[in-house]
């Protein structure tokens, strides 16, 4: 079985590229995974990030884990990303 952070990486770098598309600079500041089945060791997922709303500086995103074919869902996830200048990540 994979390792729920694994999967938690994977997830928080496809919604945060896609918030990053969506918004330009962004941190994560909620990320909520609901794992609903195991994925086996080895297996190809598909991930499918979407959009669910914009609000000021908030980029609220969902994402679900799934098999190839889309009949298995592995985990539901929503996320929050905050619009932020380039010296906040920078640490300033
Ligand atoms: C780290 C470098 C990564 C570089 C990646 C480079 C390449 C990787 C390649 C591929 C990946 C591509 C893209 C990846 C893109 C993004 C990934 C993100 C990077 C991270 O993965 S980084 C690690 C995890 N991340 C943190 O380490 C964040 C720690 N944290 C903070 O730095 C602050 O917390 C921050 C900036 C999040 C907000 O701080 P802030 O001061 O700017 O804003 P403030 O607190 O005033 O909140 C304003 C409004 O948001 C609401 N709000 C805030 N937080 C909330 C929460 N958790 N839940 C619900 N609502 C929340 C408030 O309630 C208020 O709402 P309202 O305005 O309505 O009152």
Request: glycine letters at 10%.
């Amino acid at each position: 079985m994979s390792m729920g952070g694994a999967i938690a990486t994977m997830i928080d770098t496809v919604t945060g590229t896609h918030a990053t598309f969506l918004s330009g600079p962004v941190m994560t500041a909620n990320l909520n995974i609901n794992y609903r089945r195991p994925i086996p060791l080895g297996s190809t997922v598909l991930l499918e990030s979407s959009l669910e709303k914009k609000e000021g500086r908030k980029t609220f995103i969902t994402c679900r884990v799934t098999s190839t074919d889309g009949s298995k869902l592995h985990t539901e996830t929503s996320a929050l990303f905050l619009s932020i200048t380039a010296s906040h990540l920078l640490g300033g």
